[in-house]
């Protein structure tokens, strides 16, 4: 996936071309304010939207081993030209990951309009010691999705850096809604592993991606999750619990429509 020309941020090169991003993109990037836009408050129709799957670690420079990772990948569509965090994690709350591992979202906080196209905006690094400017850049800078090609079946871009590479993957959904999944484990009697993942339909397949992964030891929330979902079809969530002894996972499954 190529990266736009001066848009790195480590160097200070994306802040000296102000007046291209004001002039090409209509934002403001000393504007670092995240969207103000709740979920379900920024589109009153069916719009196309753009849904990303998952993002993997494809390269890192330790082939085998942990890495200590943090920073932020946001998109920016036209709805407000601001922040909308995919990943975000500060320097002192990475996340430990290996090379061909999935990077954990926490984000977006509303669904990603696709009208013309999308920037997407990113800043990670590798903790490496005690200092900061010890850390290994993994990707750095700014690249555009072009909604007028792009697929409406999952597709697979890898961004590249300095220190390695994320593939991400995502799509076009086509006049679809914005819907919310908030998951409460009220009670939790022995620990458990928990894995949640939905399921959307696309023009002519259903495409079915992680949400939540983890360990369940106590009484929690598990976040929430926006994802779009094509008007007037079925969003489809699936539970999987494995106890520790157990022979055989147990799978719950449950749908809701979209309207």
Not at 201 to 223: H, V
Request: overall charge negative.
């Amino acid at each position: 996936m190529p990266i736009i020309s001066g848009s790195s941020h480590r160097d200070g090169a994306i802040y000296k071309r102000a007046t291209y991003w004001e002039d090409n993109y209509f934002f403001d990037i000393s504007d670092r304010t995240e969207t103000r836009l709740e979920p379900a408050r920024a589109y009153d129709m069916p719009r196309n939207m753009m849904q990303i799957f998952s993002m993997k670690l494809a390269k890192a420079p330790i082939n085998s081993g942990s890495i200590q990772l943090y920073g932020y990948i946001a998109a920016r569509d036209e709805v407000d030209l601001r922040l909308n965090y995919v990943f975000n994690r500060t320097r002192d709350d990475p996340i430990i990951v290996q090379q061909g591992s999935l990077i954990e979202m926490n984000g977006p906080k509303r669904a990603i309009l696709l009208i013309f196209d999308v920037l997407l905006e990113f800043d990670m690094r590798i903790k490496n010691g005690e200092n900061e400017e010890d850390d290994l850049q993994l990707i750095d800078g700014i690249s555009e999705f072009d909604g007028l090609l792009m697929s409406w079946r999952p597709h697979e871009v890898r961004i590249g850096g300095n220190c390695g590479a994320v593939d991400t993957s995502f799509a076009l959904v086509h006049n679809s809604v914005e819907a919310t999944v908030e998951v409460i484990i009220s009670k939790v009697q022995t620990s458990f592993d928990l894995s949640l993942s939905s399921t959307i339909a696309l023009l002519e397949m259903d495409k079915e991606f992680q949400l939540f992964s983890g360990n369940i030891s106590e009484s929690c929330g598990l976040g929430s999750f926006v994802i779009v979902v094509t008007w007037d079809t079925l969003l489809h969530l699936k539970f999987k619990v494995d106890h520790e002894g157990c022979n055989s996972n147990i799978e719950r499954n449950c749908s809701f429509k979209a309207k």
